[in-house]
Nanobody, 127 residues
């Protein structure tokens, strides 16, 4: 599919875990990094983390380092965001997208350098 599809969101207590998935066609997930972003009402979409598709190197925002991990399954054309030790501040709609700079090694953290955005999945963390 041209548009990635996110799933796995839900309602969890603080300290809990969720694993989000993002699936797209092989031509969408091929050589470029895949990023995860999140957004809450009234705020700009925020970079969470990204994975270099080819070598699986990952990059994370300081706010989630040590708590979130990203993996990919090339056979399933799927990227996973594992979220542990969740905090109420993590509540947001989470999106995946593809870095439009084909084959770049270090992913961008800017929303305007991504395309093929998914529809988002809601994550709500209760206190």
């Amino acid at each position: 599919q041209v548009q990635p599809v996110e799933s796995g969101g839900g309602l969890v207590p603080a300290g809990g875990s969720l694993r989000l998935s993002c699936t797209a066609s092989a031509r969408v997930f091929s050589i470029s990094p895949v990023g995860w972003f999140r957004q809450t009402p009234g705020k700009e979409r925020e970079f969470v983390g990204a994975i270099n598709w080819r070598d699986t190197t990952t990059y994370f925002a300081d706010s989630v380092k040590g708590r979130f991990t990203i993996t990919r399954d090339s056979a399933e054309n799927t990227v996973y965001l594992q979220m542990n030790s969740l905090k109420p501040e993590d509540t947001a709609v989470y999106y995946c997208a593809v870095d439009r700079r084909l084959g770049v090694v270090v992913p961008s953290t800017r929303t305007d350098e991504y395309y093929y955005w998914g529809q988002g999945t809601q994550v709500t963390v209760s206190s």
